[in-house]
Each structure stands twice: as C-alpha cells, then as structure tokens.
C-alpha cells in the first residue's frame, strides 16, 4: 500500500511540471522574406522565401518562386526569372560602387514589398606583419587552456597591423573579416595527415576599439582593455568611421603554437596564414548586421525581445544590402 | 443682538409706558440670560487619548470615536491616538474598532480631556473574528482605493510551504495582481513592481524577497497592522506612483508576556512580547529562519557519496533566509513615548569546499547574501489635546554581495595564495521626518509635516583580488587589486505636505492635500508638486459615492528582470537622461453597507504614467548596472484602467470577501533612441484582464477552523518569435551555420494560460491550559493539482521525417510549472 501511495504521489508530482500547450496569441502567418545581400563586382540577386511558423519542422527555407520580380539598377528596370540551381532571381548585371538599387516582388499569397540602397565606395587600406616574443601578460591560464593550446609551447607572436584611410567623405561603415589557420602535416607512423586547424589571437593590452566581435561560437566577446581576450577561428568586426582616428591599427597577436605539441605526431611541415577581407558598407548592411548580432547574442530568457531591423518595405522582412570588399591571405612564417 | 432685538422688541413697546424703572431691571435679566445661554451653547472642548486592547495595551490604529447624539466622529492615527472636538455638556461616546467589542461611556465635558479606551477583544465562540474595513476607509470615510486587512485574516490565507505572507494576502485583493506564480511581487493597477512604497514603521523597505520573490520579508507575526492604498494617496504619503503598503509592527504588550513557537517544514519562527515595567516599557521580538542548509548538510556529513572526490576533506553548502523583528516602546509619561524599531533579514546561498593532496590544500567558497536592515527611532508627543507630533529618525539598507574566493596553502612553506572577486550592490538611506496631526475642530482633522532623506547608491562594484604565488602557473602576484564600477551617488530627497480631511457638510466630505517634494543628485535638483483629492458624498447611512485624483511621482528605479525578482535587482536614482516618473490616477466608485451581511465596493481607475523605463531591445539584465547602465534603459509612457469589485463579509462564523477586477495596462515607448515595437502601443508584460479571487474562513469551533482561497486570473504575456527565416550575411564564414532570425507580430504577443487555484487551511486547536494552546496547521497549496504557468519555452527534438529520410528538429511549445499540489504542516504552541 505504500509503495502504491509513493508511486501516485511521486508520479503526480513528476508529471505536474511540465506539458506541452497549444500557442494563444497573434501571429502575422508567413511572410515574404527579402535576402539581397549584393557584393560590387557580383551579378546582383534576390533569394525570396517564406518564413515558418516557430513551431513547424525546420525543412529548407521555403523558397517562393512565383513572385512577379523585378530590378532596378541606376534608373533601368529589368524583370527577374527564377533560377531552380541557385534558388535565386538573379540578374545578368553587376553592381558597381555608387549604383543605386532597387528591388520590388508581389505576391498573391504574401503581398508585395520594396527597397532602395546604394553601393558605397571601395576603402583605401594597407596591411604590415612582424614578429615579436609572445608575452603572457594578462592572458589568463584558463583561457589558454580553453583554447587548447599547451602555453608552454607558444613561441612567438605575429602581429598583424591593418591600417584603414580615412577617406573624405564621413558616414562610413566597415567590416574586418578574420580568420588565422594552420596547415599542418603530421607524420602518423604510415602516411602523412593534413590538418587544418584555426589558430588563436588576442588583440593585446590597449586595444579600444569600440567594436562588436562574433566568434564561430557565436557568442559575444567584451573588448575589455584591461583583460585581453584569446579568440580562435574567423571573427568579424563591425565598425564605423566615427569610431576611427587618421588610420585605425588593429593589431592581432597571433598565438603559433610549436609544433611538438601538436596531436604528439611529428611534423612534416606547417604553414601558418590569415585569410582577411575588409568591407565597406552600405548603411542599411551595417545597421542589418548590427541587428543581427544582437539577436544572435540573446540570452535566451534573460534577455529582451528584438526587432530586427529590415529596409524592406511593404508586407515582407529582409534586408536589401550591398557592399564593397577586397580579400587577401597572408602566409606567416614557415617551419 | 439682532434676533434679540427683533424678537424682544414688540413686548418692550407693551410695557414702555408702564414701568420704565421696573422694565429696565427685568430687560437687564433678560439679556444676562440670553447671553449666558448663547455663551453657553457655543462652548466646545477636546477628548483625546488612546484606544488599546484591554488585555495587551497594544494601540490600535483606526479604531473609531463617535459621539452617539451629535454625530461627529474621530479615528485613531498610527500610533492610535485620536482627538474629537464636541460641544459641552453630556456627551455619550461609542468606541468600536475590527474584531472588538464596542464600548459606550457617558461623559460631562466642560474642558479638555484627556480620556483613554480600552476595548476587549471578542472571543467567545459566537462573537467569531471579524474583519472589515475601518471607518475612514468604508462607507463614511473621505478615503477611497484603500483597504486594511487584519493580520489574523492575514495569517489565515493559505499560502505555499505553509508561510503565511503578508503579499501573498494582497494578491487576492481587487486591482492588485501578481507576476509569476507563487512570487510576492505585487502589481497595483497596472503598475510595475518598484512603484509600491512599502514601508515598515513608516520606513521603506526596498527589497522585500526572500527566496527570488517566493516568500515576502514581513513576518506575520511580527505585525500589528498592514492598509494598503492603491489610489487617492493621502498627501503624507509620496515617493511611489501606484500604491503605499503601510505595515505596523506591534508595541509589545505592556502588561503580560506571551508568545508562540512555530514549526514548519520550510521554516520555524518565535514571537515573544511583554512588560521590561509593567505599563510603562514593552518589548515585541519575532524570529524566522529556513533550515533546508542544516539538513542538507546534515546529509552531506553523514553519507560519503556526496564527495566530490577523493581529496575532498570538508564540504557545506546551502540556502536559508531569515528575519529578525525587534521593537522597544517605552512611556515617559502620558504625553510622551518613545519607540525603537528594527528589521533585519538575510538570504544566503553558500557553497565551502576543501580538498587537499600531498603538497597543498585548496579552499573553494561562495558566498552569496543580500538582505535588508531597517531601524528606527521615533518620539510621540501629544502637545495639547488638539496637536499630536511625531518626529523619526530612520535607516534602511539593502545590499546584496556576492564573493567567490580561493585559497590555496602550500604543505610545506605555510605560504598561501588567494584569488577572489567580489560583486557588491546596494541602497542607503538616513531619514529626519516630523509629522504633525492636527485636529483644529470638529471639522478639519489636518495633518503636516516633512522629511529629509540622504541617499547612497551603490551601483554594482566589482573587485578582484590576487595575492601571492600560484601553484599551476607558477605566476607570482603580489596584493593585486582591481575594482571595477560606478563610485557611489549620494542624493537628498525631502517632501513638505500638508493634508485636510473636512466635513464639509453631513453629506459633503473631502480630503484635500498638497506634497511638494525635491530631489537632488549629481548636481541637478527635480522638484514635484503634487495634488491629492478625494471626496465622498453620503447618500444615506449606508450608501456613499466617492471620487479621488492623486498626482505622484517617483524618483528612483528598479532595475530588474521582469520575470523572477534577482537579488541582483538595482535601485537607481534619477539622472540627466532617466527623469522622474509621474502618474495621474483619478478614481470613483459606490460603496454600500449591507447590513449584517457584508460591504460592497464598486470601484473604477483610470491611470496614466509618463518616463516608465524597460530594457531596450537585446538588453540582457545579468548583471545589474555597469559605467552604461542608462544606455539599456528606455523611457516610454502607460495607462491603465480598470474596474473593481468587492464584497467583504465582517461578521459571523463565516468571513472573507469575493473580488473581481477587470482591467487593461498599455505601454508605448516611441521616443528617439527607445524606441519598442516599432513605436506601437501594447499590452504590458502583467496586463491580466480578468481576476477573481474568494477567500473564506469559517471558524465551526473553538477547537477547529478553516479557510479556503480560490483565485482564478487571466493569463500574463510574453514575447514569442512566432516566424523564422533565413538570412543572408557578408560574413558568413563566421557563423556556423546560416543565421535563423526570428520575427514577431508585436510585443507581448503572447499570452500565458489562466491560472485558477485551490488552496486550503485547516486548523485545530487545543488548550493546554488557561495560558498555553497548541495549533496543528494542515495547508494544501493547489489543492486539486491545477497545472498553472510559471514559464513557457520551446522544446526541440530530433525526429525522423520518413519524407526527407532524415532527422528534422521538431518543436512544441512546452510550459512549466513549478509548483503541483503541496501539503504542508506546522505545528504551533501559543502561550
């Protein structure tokens, strides 16, 4: 009898705690989705979908092909087609810096929308790299440890200095892409393996730049001067001219570990490098791309609600951007 | 002279020719006559005094006066102190007051008396404990929005874990509604939770939470009495825009000790009072503590599998709250008396932890407290019959620290290292207050007065502390101290009122004020001017309508996560950019006495509120305040309005009342900068439309009784994503994977499910003797296992899609609730 009376207590208290409920309140229904993310020198696109209701299995984007499209590139207007192998209404012209663009698309199931943006100028900038002793200063144990990096190993540093021009024009809006890696190749007794892997970086002591970072974890990383914060893998920085002096430095120490630590195999060779992209933006990417952040760096319940900003007019979200952007790599030293 | 003269004036020409000697003499009397009886007649002196429970002299607030034959009546004040002015001659007085026997007296008033009231409490099996509203505050009374709830119906609400609480009980009261499940926060006519004054003695307490906001800090039994007003604020009254929770700790009884002992299964607690001299000092001191850590570490003491590991030498860890009252009241004389107050009530969470190896010995600690102290000093001085003072010297404080540190001792050498950070927020202040109750007339019943308050604001400090030579990094640092944060804020705040409740006429009356109060800090001083008004308009001697205008404002912030209170929660003042908050509330309603049966109120608001603040948009609230706190912060503006019904029964076996609230609170945030939901109005986060709330007692013995509350609440809302697409991105070799952003509607798109309840209280009683009870408690909290929301998620799983061949995440909205059915018992002996 007991045992019977604890099993009911025990199973009515379990099962009081949770249980799955219908959703009670508004909600717009599927809406027309916008993505026109134009880089100059690229044809230019539109990828429309639809979004899905929150509690719907998460397919593909459902992409919506039957919308009436069309395109206008400094004043000449063009009707797009849907292209099934990119899944995207796609145009045969470029963008160029300075054009203006504008897109429109209707539904009869989701409406109609609109939006205007213009392709801003291409930035001047220059790029230097030079070695120096790796210092632990105010680098953390833990966080070395973290990263996996055994800091008896780490031999040197390299630096890598980006300077942006200040142009003449103000109102700018900029984006550093990142990304240091290795390619090592280790002997494992037979053959050869080749590994890629990301290397970590911190920006050093007196770094402040008040700029938003976002690592491949996609969490937030405060730009504490006093603490210099390690990273691993390709970041991004989203910034401003207003936040720029003459030329804007940004100096990334690069942590290269000694390859003896590596997996315990011997190496065969190992190439250090940095892949980086500068951008210039429109104002309606940057102000997307800040949007985004914050939404992507919510603390679930302990945070606030987002709206998140779109230039898209009418009954749909998105974001018509464009933007401007070199890339380049640079080999580091080579053992 | 004038009605003399018309009136005498035909008889003086009769007898003009007759006598003139003798009519000079007889008219000479006659005018000495007239005279003293017109003198006579307009002759008015003041009965003052006291009016205390027979048995503990304990005072009684809002206890009435009336004189039977005039008509004119008086209440007692705070600290129960009344003042009636009559005319001269016989005069016979009824006293009366919630729960006590009338008292009628007779008496010859040819001067200023000084007359004290002692009124017997009913307890005989018939005579059953009543409760009702006081006469300033019912059909009669100038004041409306504002309800007094004894503290035996207080302790009589069933409540979670068996604690009574003094929130909780105010949470089934029309227009006061509560956030999350089983939490104490209250939300007053749409207002938010930093917008009640809650005040203990008259001081303010700041954070009252123990627990996250499961359980208030007011301990029952310590209390005497506890009005809340949720409109129609009289003008003594400021600081706060939606509601003043006026709690009185009792005196102590002057003429016997007695107590009681209480155990429970969350918590236990004393209450002990009584004569230091006999009628002249008292002394009142209640104590609760949890003791969920003692067991817990009990456990861990007693069972090897609670280690850690095997180099662990010693662990504790644990939470408890606890709550101290103690309250001093000592008379100088009849005119005099002097009251000592204090409160002090802590939550702590803690986790020690020892380990040690061959070379050296390692202590972990946590240690998280915060806790409030309020102390007061206040004399009482009657002046003259007509004038009574009041003047207060207090302090409060909340804090909260959290400190974790390690401590590591090399074997060998003796030597240690340390490394520590300690987080510490906190709220000051030092109060001078003077308070004057002045009852000129039979008429005015006035009060003024003002106080000055020095605030220090702690924002959050951050303090890390290294010291001595690290084992695994071989790293030396040497007392290394670094502090992060804001230096304190001092600010001065000071309030002048002054406050008439008038007769104006039998059907005619009304309590007028005026506060003006400043606010000082960083250099900049903001200033209020505040109106009050309410009048009532006696209809017949059981019916009245009423009306009321309140204009308040507010000059410091709760910074604070809506969902659960977090000791984290930080008071701010005022700045540049976050202005003073201001409402205006104007208020009307019907209240009607059945007799016999029950008072029946029927009240309607309507509120607005200017400079509210929230969280801007992807604002995290961990973390308190940082040097950018104001940067989070977005000011917008609300309203809210609402109707409100209640029926409260005051007598006989059965009492309790049955309420009903309808009502609806907006916000709208469009200014530059702060702006939410695009500009758009809407619902705000504890917008519940519909709540209805019975709370019963009946006693069927002397030996047995029990209560019932049954509430049934709209559900409150909440933000939901309710689409989600993809995105595009520049950077798109960051992310892991293409960005999935969510879209919603509007704010507050969401609404919970209702919430309905069942709880019950079961008491029986038994005498030991003449002087000592016992009193088993059963409480069944949720009583028919209601599965109410405390939050609502979404959940995903991995399923197979036999379409796609592949695993596709599947969601459901999944809600929790934290609290099922749960019984609980305490056992309590009253002596």
Redesign the interface.
Known sequence: MKKTVTTILIG??AC????????????????L?A???N?AGDTAYL?L???????????A?AAVTDADVSMTIDGVSRRLTYDSETMRYADVRTLQPGSVVSISASHPEYGSITATDTVPQQIEWSVDTFYRPFA?NGVS?DTIYYQGLDVGSIDSVCVFDLSLLKGESSNRYF?L?F?PYSTVVMWNGITTDTIHLPLSYRLPTGTMIAVEM?????SFIDMMD?IPVVCTG???FTFTDRQLSDTTHFEFEILRESLDSLFNMPTVRAEFSVRY?V?S?SLA?YTY?KS?R??????G????????WTNIQGSG???L?T?V?RRDSMSLARY | MQTFSIFYAPILRIFALQNRYEMKRILSLILILTLCTAYAVGQKHTISGYIWDAQSHETLIGATILDLDGGRGAITNEYGFYSITLPDGTVNLRTGYVGYRTHTQSITLDRDISLNFELEALASLDEVTIVGNRLDLSVKGSQMSAIDIPIEQIKAVPAVFGEADVLKALQLLPGVQTGTEATAGIYVRGGNPDENLLLIDGVPVYNVNHMFGFFSVFNPDALKNVTLYKGSFPAHYCGRLSSVVDIRMKDGDMENYHGNVSIGMVSSKFNLEGPIVKDRTSFNISARRTYSDLMVNAAIKLNDSFKFSDMQDDMSMGYYFYDLNVKLNHKFSDTDRLYVSWYSGDDDIFFNYLESDTGSRIKDKLDWKWGNTVAAIRWNRICSPKLFMDISANHTRYRHRMGIGVTETDKTTGESSYAGLDMNSGIYDYTLRADMHWTPSSVHDTRFGAFYTHHRFNPDVVCVDMDGTFRESGDTVLDNHISFGENSIRAHECQFYLEDDISLTQVIKANTGLSMSLFNVGGKTFSSLEPRLSMRFLLSENFSLKTGYAYMTQYVHLLSNNTVSLPTDLWVPVTETIRPEHSHQIAAGAFYQLEDIADLSLEGYYKTEDNLLEYKEGVSFIGGSDDNWQEKIAMGRGWSYGMEFMAQRSIGRLNGWVSYTWSRTRRQFDRSGMVLNGGRPFDAKYDRRHEFDVTCNYRFSDRFDMSATWIYETGNCGTMYTQYYESDMPDKNVYQAEPELGYYAGRNNMRLNPTHRLDLGFNWHRNFSDRVRRTLNLSIYNAYNNRNPFLVYVYTESRYDASSGGYVDCRTLRQLTLFPILPTLSYTVSF
């Open positions: 009515l208290l009081a705690c949770t249980k799955d409920i219908e959703y009670r309140g508004s909600d717009s229904g599927p809406i989705v993505n026109s993310m880089r990828r979908t639809r979004s899905t209701f929150f509690l719907e299995p998460r397919t984007a632990m144990i984006q892409e990304d976002l690592d491949t974890a996609n006093l390709a970041h991004s992209s951008r933006m990417t791309q985004v914050k939404f992507m760096n919510q603390s319940i302990m945070s606030e609600p987002i709206t998140l979200t998105g974001i951007g933007y952007e």
